[in-house]
């Protein structure tokens, strides 16, 4: 475990790429069309996607944020936003391998696709952020932890499920790079949680408030019920989910006994 948080930054510095260009250059996409791919993965594909995508915009919020100005995590955000857009483009790709029809502005279209009322939710957020100041970052990482954990063990349960051997290359590398940042996160996270009884509270308060599966406000909630359904549905997907997920979230300093995020998973599979 880590003592600092440069200790942190260090540690992921110090990780290689998993999407190296030599990753790249050895992916065979020419055998893309040799394997079936059940179509009731296409629309999770194109979440994904654009989810990965919207790292652009997180990344701009962040920035006007106390969380965005300190200089560690803003190091580690550097890396990180690229890395994300990198995810978006390789499952962009692999959808037009497989003959998926996609546009070739599918990045702007994604964005236009943000309702207005998320825009302005986050305004909001933010002004409420920058009242709470450095105690929010706090918040900001626990939320990061439990985003990317969630975002990794929804890859490995798309390729397990899909069984497609490019795609589940792919994901692969992907899942290596969504595990270093949910390490990043969480380690910050329990460094700050450790500190300060207020942090733990504002953290908690607002997960139990206000958490919800990725890409919850930027795309539509029956799109995103479908992809919790798929992937996490039934008691078996959310056996999985607390495993992976909700128990390692709940070691956190605080945030014992969380029953939080496996609620909202049942509720929208539930809804799917
Ligand atoms: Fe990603
Ligand atoms: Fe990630």
Known sequence: MFETESEVLDWYERQPRAISPDFLAGIRWEEVKSHPLNPAFVPVLHY???VESYTAVYYRELLRTPTG???IIRKFMDRWGVEEMDHGALLNR????AGVPTSPRWQEEALASIPLRYTLENYAAMLVTNRFGRSFSGTHMVWGAINEMTTLQAYRRLWKAAGHPVLERVLRAIARE???HGKFYASIARLRLERSKFTRGLARFFVERFWGPVGQGTKPRSEMDYVIGALFGGGDGLG???EQV???IRRL???AGLE???RRMAESGARA
């Open 94 to 97: 692999f959808m037009e391998e």
């Open 178 to 180: 969504e595990s270093a």
């Open 246 to 248: 909700s128990r390692r």
């Open 48 to 50: 994904m996607r654009d």
């Open 253 to 255: 300093p605080g945030l």
């Open 260 to 262: 939080t995020l496996t």
């Open 69 to 71: 100005r300190d200089p």
């Open 240 to 242: 999985f989910f607390d």
